[in-house]
Nanobody, 118 residues
Framework: QVQLVESGGGLVQAGGSLRLSCVASGRSFSINAMGWYRQAPGKERELVATITGGSTNYADSVKGRFTISRDSAKNTVYLQMNSLKPEDTAVYYC?????????????WGQGTQVTVSS
């Protein structure tokens, strides 16, 4: 089983930047895809960005402002968030799809709060 630990959330003013990190750990696993999702109060969880191999995918609302990247050697995924807006305020969750012992599974992090003040 894979465990995920996120870090980097916090409080920032509009226009500011934050960098989220998510480290995956466990035994005998191979990561296929990594991504970030977010959930604002009263709203459903939504995709922010994903990375699979060298391919990335972004929600329209964050294109041009957020960048997802991955360090495969460290089993770590990053989300660089620039030009933050109050509507980016949410709990951000890391998600990883992985293979372990011939089976594909996925794991979620505990979430990290991002608050953008106006």
């Amino acid at each position: 089983q894979v465990q995920l630990v996120e870090s980097g959330g916090g409080l920032v003013q509009a226009g500011g930047s934050l960098r989220l990190s998510c480290v995956a750990s466990g035994r005998s696993f191979s990561i296929n895809a990594m991504g970030w999702y977010r959930q604002a109060p009263g709203k459903e969880r939504e995709l922010v960005a994903t990375i699979t191999g060298g391919s990335t995918n972004y929600a329209d609302s964050v294109k041009g402002r957020f960048t997802i990247s991955r360090d495969s050697a460290k089993n770590t995924v990053y989300l660089q968030m620039n030009s933050l807006k109050p509507e980016d305020t949410a709990v951000y969750y890391c998600n990883v799809h992985y293979y372990s012992w011939g089976t594909m599974d996925n794991a979620w992090g505990q979430g990290t709060q991002v608050t953008v003040s106006s």
